[in-house]
């Protein structure tokens, strides 16, 4: 008899944390609210329990398994649905682009593995047009810095970028008894949506990034030190950047303001 999803036991070199609370599954399905006509991406759907909450609304899914011990438990709950199709493949490593054919947007989803998180969002966000909005359940502390303000101690490089290609929004907690094995924090749930029109004047993107890893590089220093050879104190002040502030004060037009003073 073939193992099923429901029988395979959590990984830790995968970081699995299986998501086992029938409300929290609901309250995921109901944010997303699939519809026929879309096409989703479940990023690490592990034993299934997000994805047979989504599958019967007839949309076109996409799953990207990496662990090939899933994928037969899988196939068996899931191939039934004329749209679902699963890939075996590092999230990390996808063409996301490719899979949005004829001009479609993306919706992506999944329960993230907490040792890929950031950088799989800032991957996924280098493929912002190509997609209409993700839903993802993190660690709490990581949807706090993507919907950090200037100011607090979570505003830095992630969320900087992140509020640069999308709307944040932070729709729910979730407690560790809601998963198994149960994780040692707390985690969240959270909506980016890619900005139709940006709100913020045109930068390019990687220059900004630079920018802001260079600010934040040491935090609790300066931009007179963090930003020393990139730009003239002077440019700063004339700008009306106060070198002597450390760059969680700093607002994202601010970090775009300089990017285009270095790079012109």
Known sequence: MKNTPRQIAPRKRFGQNFLTDHGVIDA???AIHPQPDEHLVEIGPGRGALT??????GCRLDVIELDRDLHAGLLAAFSIYPGFKLHS???LDVDYAALATGGEQLRVVGNLPYNISTPLIFRLLEFAPAIRDMHFMLQLEVVERLAATPG?????????MAQYYC???????VPPEAFFPPPKVQSAVVRLTPWQESPWPPCDPARLRKVVQSAFAQRRKTLRNNLKGLIDMATLEAMGIDPAAR???LELPQFIDITKAIHG
């Open 28 to 30: 995921i399905a109901g």
């Open 52 to 57: 047979e909450a989504l599958a019967p609304s």
């Open 89 to 91: 493949a590092d999230a």
């Open 152 to 160: 607090s101690k979570h505003w830095g490089r992630l969320g900087i």
């Open 167 to 173: 709307r944040v929004e932070h729709l729910l907690d």
């Open 247 to 249: 760059a969680e004060t």
